[in-house]
């Protein structure tokens, strides 16, 4: 048995191809009772929530970009708000499109599955979330990434950015070490992070950025985890 469920309006642009939609459009999808149940007590606080688990493509980062500006839009009126956010947002999902290792296809589809994910909070916080798939062994170099970008402040990371341009590497994710930098520069908050087993030489990496009020980074990955 399943169960078919809408999608309500949501207050974001740029959700829909079509520029008559104001808010999006409502659709339709179909999914396991249970699933729908975790997903509404993981998101039931949340004041909107975008989520993109198809296939990712460069052409839909300019969409990102307004989705960004309008998610912000009543929360925080400033312009730097809303380009902190889209700027965050595309580096995410960008780490999604460079950096996500190669997977047999029933795996993909399946537990491997990429996954964008934008909540925006009735307090003001906004978390963007990046869920992609890791070769094992690239899981030492990216912890120690991420362990050291944890309680730096603006001007190390960016005295850290710098010193990573000027450093010359032929290494694949000398790009997405540049990128974690500037997401923790940009948010002003250190980068929450997990990662789970996927069979004997890929694990599933779970990243989590705050924008805003600050919000505890363990339930939030705990359910995209899930």
Do not use: W
């Not at 909107?48 to 980062?61: I, L």
């Not at 997977?103 to 916080?125: A, H, K, T």
């Not at 190390?156 to 923790?184: C, H, V």
Request: aromatic share 6%; net charge positive; charged share 25%.
């Amino acid at each position: 048995m399943s169960l078919s469920i809408g999608v309500q309006r949501c207050p974001l642009v740029g959700v829909a191809r079509s520029p008559r939609y104001r808010y999006g459009y409502i659709r339709r999808i179909r999914m396991e009772p249970r699933v729908a149940h975790s997903l509404y007590l993981a998101l039931r606080d949340d004041r909107s929530v975008f989520a993109y688990s198809g296939a990712f493509h460069d052409e839909h980062t300019g969409r990102l970009i307004a989705l960004g500006e309008a998610a912000a839009e009543g929360v925080d009126g400033r312009g730097t708000a809303r380009g902190r956010l889209a700027f965050i947002m595309v580096e995410a999902y960008q780490n999604i499109l460079r950096h996500r290792a190669v997977l047999p296809p029933q795996v993909e589809r399946g537990e491997g599955r990429s996954l964008f994910l934008l909540r925006c909070g009735i307090d003001g916080q906004q978390v963007v979330v990046a869920v992609n798939p890791v070769k094992k062994s690239d899981v030492v170099g990216l912890r120690s990434s991420l362990h050291r970008l944890h309680g730096m402040d603006p001007s190390q990371l960016k005295n850290l950015f710098l010193s990573g341009l000027q450093t010359t590497s032929d290494q694949p994710r000398r790009g997405a070490g540049l990128g974690l930098i500037e997401m923790a520069r940009r948010s002003g908050s250190d980068l929450g992070y997990t990662l789970r087993g996927l069979g004997p030489d890929h694990e599933l990496f779970i990243l989590a950025v705050r924008v805003g009020t600050d919000r505890a980074y363990e339930g939030v990955l705990t359910e995209a985890a899930a």
